[in-house]
């Protein structure tokens, strides 16, 4: 699971789920065609993808559960 925290104010969010299945969204990375890239959350079943979680105007950090 990824969890994604805001390197600027502390801000955090958990477990974001997909809802047409439920399942929860994982971490990944797109590049585009300029070479770039940019984080996303995507659902394991193929479901669709969602630009990752922003706070204080940039991508927030992604920190994996220790569990």
């Given at each position: 699971m990824a969890d994604y925290k805001c390197c600027d104010c502390g801000m955090g969010v958990k477990g974001i789920i997909c809802a047409s299945c439920g399942s929860e969204l994982e971490h990944a990375s797109l590049v585009k065609d300029?070479?770039?890239?940019?984080?996303?959350?995507?659902?394991?079943?193929?479901?669709?993808?969602?630009?990752?979680?922003?706070?204080c105007g940039h991508d927030m950090d992604v920190a994996h559960d220790k569990a």
């Amino acid at each position: 699971m990824a969890d994604y925290k805001c390197c600027d104010c502390g801000m955090g969010v958990k477990g974001i789920i997909c809802a047409s299945c439920g399942s929860e969204l994982e971490h990944a990375s797109l590049v585009k065609d300029d070479g770039s890239e940019v984080q996303i959350s995507q659902c394991p079943n193929g479901c669709g993808k969602i630009k990752s979680p922003m706070c204080c105007g940039h991508d927030m950090d992604v920190a994996h559960d220790k569990a």
